[in-house]
C-alpha cells in the first residue's frame, strides 16, 4: 500500500508540476504573440482611412460671404469719394475731360466698339453658356448663371434711378448720376457668367480673358467720354456683388465636376493666365501711383493726361483684381483630387 501511494504521490507530482510548466509556457504561445502582432500591425494599417474629398463649395460659404460683403463696402466706398466728395469729384471729372485728348483714332475704335459690344457680349456668353449646358448637362448652373447675369444688369439700373445726383461741390461737372456704368456691367457680368459655367481648369484662361473684355469695355466708356472711372469701378462692384452668391450655390450644386487638380492640368489652367493678370494689375497701379504723384497734393489743374491715366488704371486694377480673386476663390472651393 506504501509503494502504492508513493506512485500515486509522484504521479500527482509529475502531473502538477507539468500543468504548471503548461500554464507559465503554453505551447501555442509563439503562436499567438505572432497573430496579436500581425493583427496590430493589420489594425493599424486599418486604422488609417482614405482621406474623404471635401465637396465643392464646402466650408467656404463664410468666405463668400465676407469677399460678396466687401464688394458692398467697397462700392459704398467709391460712391462717397468719388461722389460725395470735392477731391474725388475733381479727379473722377477731370479724367474724364483729358480723355479728349485721345478722342482722334481711338475715340472713334472705342466709340465702334461699343455700339457692337452688347450683342458681342450676348452671343459669347450665349454660346458658351449653351455649347456647355447642352454638352454637360450643367442645367443647373446654367440657370443660376443666367438669372445672376440678369439681376446684375437689373442692379445697375435701379442704381442708377436710387443713387442721388451729384451735389454741388464747385467741381464743374453734370450733376445727372451715371454710376454705375451699364455697359461695363453687362460685359462683366457676361464674362462672370462664362466663368461660372465652365469647368475648374478653364476657368483660369476664362478668368483673364474675361476680365481683359471687361476692362477694354470700361476703358472705352472713358475714352468715349460715356461714363468716368469710378462708374466703371462700380460696376465691377456691382457684378461681385451678385455672381459671388451665385457661384457659391453653382459650386454646391455641381460638385461631379467642379473638381480643381491645380494648374498646369491643362493649357487652360497653366499658371501664365495668373502670372498676366497678376503683371497687369501691378502694372496698373505703377502707373495710378505714378499718375497720381504728378497731381498731388493739392490736384494740379495743370495736368494733360495724368488724370486720365489714372482713371485708366483704376479701371485696369478694378478688372483683373476681380479675375485674379476669382481664380484664387474657386480654386480654393473646389473640389480637390
Known amino acids: 500500500m506504501s509503494s502504492v501511494t508513493v506512485m500515486l504521490r509522484g504521479s500527482h507530482f509529475r502531473d502538477s508540476r507539468a500543468q504548471r510548466t503548461h500554464m ?35 466650408g467656404t460659404g463664410f468666405l463668400f460671404c465676407l469677399i460678396t460683403l466687401a464688394c458692398m463696402v467697397g462700392l459704398a466706398a467709391t460712391y462717397y469719394f468719388f461722389v460725395r466728395t470735392t477731391a ?30 452688347p450683342v458681342t457680349s450676348l452671343i459669347i456668353a450665349t454660346l458658351v453658356v449653351l455649347f ?82 471687361a476692362v477694354a469695355t470700361g476703358v472705352s466708356t472713358l475714352i468715349n467720354q460715356w461714363h468716368r472711372p469710378a462708374d466703371v469701378v462700380a ?32 493649357w487652360a489652367s497653366s499658371r501664365l493666365w495668373a502670372f498676366l493678370t497678376l503683371a497687369a494689375l501691378l502694372a496698373a497701379g505703377a502707373v495710378a501711383a505714378y499718375s497720381l504723384l504728378q497731381v498731388m497734393p493739392g490736384l494740379s489743374a495743370d495736368s494733360t493726361t495724368d488724370y486720365f491715366w489714372a482713371g485708366t488704371a483704376f479701371i485696369v486694377i478694378a478688372g483683373y483684381l476681380s479675375a485674379l480673386g476669382g481664380m484664387w476663390l474657386f480654386g480654393l472651393a473646389a473640389r480637390k483630387r
Not at 41 to 53: A, L
Not at 110 to 115: I, K, R, V, Y
Open 24 to 58: 507559465r509556457h503554453p505551447a501555442n504561445c509563439g503562436r499567438v504573440e505572432r497573430m496579436s502582432s500581425q493583427q496590430f500591425r493589420v489594425s493599424g494599417r486599418s486604422s488609417k482611412r482614405p482621406r474623404q474629398e471635401r465637396p465643392a463649395g464646402a
Open 88 to 117: 474725388g469729384q475733381f479727379i473722377d471729372e477731370s479724367a474724364l475731360v483729358e480723355a479728349t485728348e485721345l478722342s482722334g483714332t481711338a475715340g472713334k475704335a472705342s466709340t465702334g466698339f461699343l455700339d457692337v459690344l
Open 132 to 213: 456647355v449646358t447642352i454638352a454637360r448637362r450643367r442645367w443647373t448652373a446654367a440657370g443660376i448663371a443666367v438669372v445672376a447675369c440678369v439681376a446684375a444688369n437689373i442692379a445697375t439700373q435701379v442704381l442708377k434711378l436710387l443713387i442721388p445726383d451729384r451735389p454741388d461741390r464747385g467741381v464743374q461737372t453734370l450733376e445727372m448720376n451715371s454710376l454705375p456704368s451699364g455697359h461695363t456691367t453687362l460685359a462683366a457680368s457676361a464674362a462672370a457668367a462664362v466663368f461660372l459655367m465652365v469647368s475648374p481648369r478653364w476657368r483660369p484662361l476664362a478668368g483673364f480673358l474675361g476680365s481683359t473684355f
Open 235 to 266: 460696376a465691377f462692384l456691382v457684378v461681385g456683388i451678385v455672381m459671388l452668391p451665385a457661384g457659391w450655390l453653382i459650386l454646391r450644386s455641381g460638385n461631379s465636376w467642379n473638381v480643381w487638380r491645380g494648374y498646369g492640368e491643362h
